[in-house]
Every structure is written in structure tokens, then in C-alpha cells.
């Protein structure tokens, strides 16, 4: 009984087992049956030394926790994020924080695929194409647009090929005529001299064709189809050399070798030029030749969207650069800056420079013209994407007079410097200053009308009144509006001055 009344601790620290982990977070303690009961008592305090078997408690057994959906999804969660939360750090931030636009817009790390590269590459590939036949048909072109691995080969094997093939039908000449049987007797006459095999006939071949003649091997009048052949060879000959040599001058005197030393400016800048805000870059010729009727054109490329639910990829639009005023028609001696007008036709009429750094558009510029020693047409690309747009910022002058010439220093091509340019569209431009001009027109007109008038001072001294009227001079009425002005329109300018007629007559 002692011991049933006895107060003892429900779960004493000797017999509880270690917690097993469940997730992240939880721990499940798990116990025999003996510590589960409330009335479990310590033996060895309460009885003294008692003898202990050898047999051990049996292992807990297993439990089991069911999660919810939910829950699961919240610890694979917080496993993706736990990586995360490793790496960041202040060095973290401040990359965040370069990622960032001036005005906190956050810009995506995914860098536009250019459309035209900075060198003027077109960045396009053509696949799937079945009717390679086409190339074929303009053979010459094919040839000229291959890379100069690919034509220097073809260039060899041109006539490698003509000097083995017309080698070959002289050696069967030979062979079928009975040539090579007869190559010690005097009194036979060959077709060929002095071909004995067909090496010796390939020699005969490349002097036949190239007009050496070292005079050797020479063809002799007993050979009527040798005759023939020799004029065909011949013919064919020129007409490779023909070919052949012009397809490598006109690849050597590509108009695209001389694109490459006229340069653009690695950033485009907007800022006001004439109180109006304007796209500008720069261009420039490194040669002394000049290009003859030099022209620019630009375009905007950019995804869009008609109203009918059609998406463009890569939809072009033009971007004025002079063409109604003539101005992109370019004397190119120095280098210039071109300039687009930024209007109501102007794509970037509604875009101000927080919208600018959320924007992901290409301008892609053209410069065309003819190549003043050659005469032939020559084109310089490059583009611009939306972050190489600084706004704000001017180009730095290059331009200094020497002593009787102009001296450019191209070192400041690409430099600019920042400006005082408004953050806002040009559109919010045009609409404050449409307002600065109507405030003025009617705060002007508000102080007319504040000003005293000379009816009111006129009926305070009636005396005064009759009297002037009798010496024929006029009352003036300042700020107020007769009913003839209404009528005729006239009422609309404030502050205007008309004479009372009734009082003059009186």
C-alpha cells in the first residue's frame, strides 16, 4: 500500500529513449510501453539493489508520421530555398542592386539575342531549306560568298581537275594509237612527241592549257583528233582562267572589306537638342577615300502585337533619320552625329528613361554608299540594344583647327558626357510645355483684369463724368466687355479698351 500511495515522476530520465528525427524541424519521442504509463515508478530508489536478468527491452517500435499535401510541399520549399539563402550575402545585394536601373526597375538577366551584331553580321541561319538547286543557278554569287577556305580549294581543284582529265584522253590517244609500242622506232610518227607515259601526257596537258610550250612535246600533224582535242583543251582553258580569276578578284575587291574602317559609335545617347529630346550616334570614315552619296537609314526592331492577336517576332519599323528633310544624305569627310527627332511619328515618342530600362528593342543603322575607288556599292551595319541607349549623355567634340586643316581625334569617338536632360517622354514634354504657354497666356490676361476700371471711379464722381463728356473727350473702359464685343467675337481678348459712345454724344 505504501508503495500505491507513493507519488513518483511519470517519466523518469533513465528509461526515455533518444527522439528520432522526423523532416525538418520535427522530433518524435518515442517510448516503451513501461515509460507511456502515468504510475510507472523507479524500482531501484524506492526497493535498494535489486537483481537485474540479462534480458533486454525489445527495440520501440516504428512510428509513422502522416503529412499532409500541404505540408509537403512546404518542406520541399524550404530544401530549394535553403541553398539559396547560403549564397546571399552583401556581396549578393550589391550584385541585386547593379541589376537595378536608376530608377529601381529591375532589369532581366537574360541578354536580347542581337538580330545584327556590332561588326554588322546578320545573326540569321537558314535551315530547312529543300531547293538547294536554286544555288546552282547562280553559280558565280555561290562561288564568291564562300569563305576563302572553301574558294581557295575550289580554285586548285579547278584545275587539277582540267589538267588530269585532258591528261588522260592524250595517254588513251597514245594508248590506242599504238604510241607506246613504238617509242624506239624512228620511222613511226606519233601523235605526240615525246610521250611515253602518262605522266609525260599530264606535262603536255598543264603546257597545252597554260600556253607554256617549252617545246618538247609538241603535236604533229598525223593526229586529226589530237588536232580537235587540242582545240578543245584550249577553248575550256580560257574559260576556266576566265571564271576562275574573276571569282577571286571580285572576292578580293568585296565592298564589304571596305565597310570595315567605317565606324559607329559603341552607344547611342538621348538628350535635347533644340529644346526637343533626340536619339543621336556617331559615325565616321577612318579612310581618305570618301564615300560617294553616302545614306542613312535606321530601324527599330521589336516584338509586337497587332490588335488581331498576331504576334511579329521581329517586326521593323523605320526611324526617321532626315529623309523628309534630306539630312540622311551624308557628305562623310569628319565624323557626324546622327540625330533622330523624337515626334508623335517617332516609336519612342511615349518612352521616358524608366520605361527605357524596362524596354528590349534593337535599333539596327545602315550606312550605304559607293565606294569612291572601285565604284561599287558598299554597306556598314551595326545596332544598338536598349541598354547601349544612355540617356542623358552628349558626345564629346573631336574636332580641332590646326594649322590650315581640321584635326579629328578619333580617341573621342566613343566618348560622351553626361547632360541635364528631363526623365520624362517626349510626349509629357510637349504636353508641359503646352501648358507653360497657356499659363502665361492666361496669367497675362487674369492681371488685365485685376487692374481698376475707369467706370467704377466714373460713377463715384458723376460731376466729374458730365463734364468731360461735355468737353468731348472719351471715357475709356478697361477690363470689361460691351455687348457689341460678344456679338463679333471681339470679347475674347481681356483687357481690351472701347469708348463710350453714349456718354461722347451726350
Aim: aromatic share 10%; hydrophobic share 35%; proline share 4%.
Amino acid at each position: 500500500m505504501a508503495l500505491e500511495n507513493s507519488v513518483f515522476p511519470a517519466r523518469p530520465d533513465s528509461l526515455s529513449l533518444p527522439a528520432e528525427e522526423k523532416g525538418e524541424g520535427e522530433k518524435v519521442e518515442v517510448a516503451t510501453e513501461a515509460t507511456a504509463s502515468p504510475g510507472f515508478f523507479n524500482l531501484s530508489e524506492e526497493l535498494g539493489p535489486v537483481g537485474t536478468t540479462d534480458t533486454e527491452l525489445p527495440p520501440p517500435p516504428s512510428v509513422t508520421v502522416k503529412k499532409s499535401f500541404q505540408n509537403k510541399l512546404a518542406e520541399r520549399e524550404a530544401q530549394a530555398n535553403e541553398p539559396r539563402k547560403k549564397t546571399q550575402g552583401p556581396e549578393k545585394e550589391k550584385e541585386k542592386e547593379k541589376e537595378r536601373g536608376r530608377f529601381g526597375w529591375g532589369r532581366t538577366k537574360r541578354k536580347r539575342q542581337r538580330y545584327v551584331e556590332k561588326n554588322g553580321h546578320c545573326n540569321v541561319q537558314h535551315g530547312n531549306m529543300r531547293e538547294h538547286y536554286r544555288y546552282l543557278t547562280d553559280i558565280f554569287t555561290t562561288l564568291v560568298d564562300l569563305n576563302w577556305r572553301c574558294s581557295l580549294f575550289v580554285f586548285v581543284m579547278a584545275y587539277a581537275v582540267t589538267w588530269l582529265f585532258f591528261g588522260a584522253i592524250w595517254y588513251l590517244i597514245a594508248y590506242c594509237r599504238g604510241d607506246l609500242d613504238h617509242l624506239e622506232d624512228e620511222t613511226w610518227t606519233p601523235c605526240v612527241n615525246n610521250v611515253n607515259g602518262f605522266i609525260s601526257a599530264f606535262l603536255f596537258s598543264i603546257e597545252t592549257e597554260t600556253t607554256i610550250g617549252y617545246g618538247h612535246r609538241v603535236i604533229t600533224d598525223q593526229c586529226p583528233v589530237g588536232t580537235m582535242l587540242l582545240l578543245l583543251q584550249a577553248i575550256l582553258g580560257s574559260m576556266v582562267n576566265a571564271f576562275m580569276v574573276g571569282c577571286m578578284f571580285v572576292k578580293i575587291s568585296q565592298p564589304n572589306k571596305r565597310a570595315e574602317t567605317l565606324v559607329f559609335s559603341k552607344h547611342a545617347v538621348v538628350s535635347l537638342r533644340d529644346d526637343k529630346l533626340c536619339l543621336m550616334f556617331r559615325v565616321g570614315d577612318l579612310r581618305s577615300s570618301h564615300i560617294v552619296g553616302a545614306n542613312m537609314r535606321a530601324k527599330l526592331i521589336k516584338s509586337k502585337q497587332t490588335q488581331e492577336g498576331e504576334f511579329i517576332p521581329l517586326d521593323q519599323t523605320d526611324i526617321s533619320v532626315g529623309f523628309e528633310t534630306g539630312d540622311d544624305r551624308l557628305f562623310l569627310v569628319s565624323p557626324l552625329v546622327i540625330s533622330h527627332e523624337i515626334d508623335m511619328h517617332s516609336p519612342f515618342w511615349d518612352m521616358s528613361q524608366a520605361q527605357l530600362e524596362k524596354e528590349d528593342f534593337e535599333i539596327v543603322v545602315i550606312l550605304e554608299g559607293m565606294v569612291e575607288a572601285t565604284g561599287m556599292t558598299c554597306q556598314a551595319r551595326s545596332s544598338y540594344l536598349a541598354e547601349e541607349v544612355m540617356w542623358g549623355h552628349r558626345f564629346s567634340p573631336m574636332m580641332l583647327l590646326a594649322k590650315g586643316f581640321f584635326d579629328i581625334d578619333y580617341g573621342a569617338f566613343h566618348h560622351t558626357f553626361e547632360v541635364d536632360t528631363p526623365s520624362v517622354s517626349a510626349r509629357e514634354l510637349s504636353l508641359a510645355a503646352a501648358r507653360l504657354d497657356a499659363h502665361l497666356y492666361w496669367s497675362i490676361s487674369s492681371r488685365l483684369d485685376k487692374e481698376p476700371t475707369l467706370t467704377n471711379q466714373a460713377a463715384k464722381q458723376p460731376d466729374s463724368g458730365s463734364a468731360n463728356s461735355k468737353g468731348g473727350e472719351p471715357t475709356f473702359i478697361v477690363g470689361e466687355m460691351t455687348d457689341i464685343q460678344e456679338q463679333t467675337g471681339l470679347g475674347e481678348l481681356n483687357g481690351s479698351v472701347a469708348t463710350d459712345q453714349s456718354e461722347s454724344e451726350a
